[in-house]
């Protein structure tokens, strides 16, 4: 049985609402987990923020951050990272969508990939 369901304005706008949500939530967990992942230091050192700052652009230049083995460049999309997202924003508890609707989570769409790493950089 499929649904068909008209777009109207206020359905829009409500998904957009959620969109940018998710989005954001996405965002303010993948600067913490980013950081302990790849080894930022917290600090407000000199010496401190430019090796963030030389490993951020390391890490951005060739999209490095994308790999399993981000200095050799292999496995892609294979990083840990994506698992750690995946369970901290998704799988978290029984509640989180990843539970719930489990059967779009498998495989893995393209696009939670791309949203993911899009978050990174």
Do not use: C
Request: aromatic fraction near 10%; charged fraction near 25%; proline fraction near 3%.
């Amino acid at each position: 049985a499929e649904l068909t369901i008209q777009l109207t304005p206020s359905l829009v706008k409500m998904m957009t609402r959620r969109t940018s949500q998710v989005r954001r939530e996405l965002k303010t967990k993948m600067r913490v987990l980013t950081a302990s992942f790849f080894g930022f230091r917290a600090s407000r050192s000199i010496p401190a923020i430019k090796q963030n700052r030389d490993l951020a652009e390391s890490l951005k230049e060739g999209s490095h951050f994308v790999f399993k083995d981000w200095e050799m460049k292999r496995g892609i999309y294979k990083t840990g990272l994506i698992q750690e997202v995946m369970n901290d924003m998704w799988f978290a508890n029984r509640s989180d969508e990843g539970i719930v609707y489990a059967k779009y989570f498998d495989p893995l769409p393209v696009q939670t990939i791309a949203l993911i790493l899009t978050a990174v950089s």
